[in-house]
């Protein structure tokens, strides 16, 4: 989805409104109420857009998740005799999800898109 739109909506209208504001706040007297007002409509907006974000966002990253996990059940679960192409493709073009591969001791063997101050350690 394209959000770029919206906040460039959002932009112009407060661009439009501080440059109201700045042109006639000494003419209108009353002017902290509809300002405050506004603010807050703006405010309350971008809460809710952000909200909507977020859940978008979730939901996105645990559709990847889900395939990511069905890649990994897929490749242990596999013989020599099954095409693996697809599931290794899934795997290796992972560049979000974090992973630790571990031995039967629990010690680390690799580990991929962690970030690098807790490799470190």
Known sequence: MDYSNFLLFLF???FLFYRFIYMFVNKIKNIRTPLVVLAMFITLSS???S???IRDLKSEEYKKMEIWAEAMRSF???D????LSLVLKVLNTNTTIPVIVLDKAGNVQAYRNLDE???NQ
């Open 47 to 49: 809460l809710i857009y």
């Open 12 to 14: 112009i209208i407060y």
């Open 76 to 78: 242990n679960g596999s």
């Open 51 to 53: 909200n909507y974000l």
């Open 117 to 119: 101050r807790l490799t």
């Open 80 to 83: 020599e005799h099954i095409d």
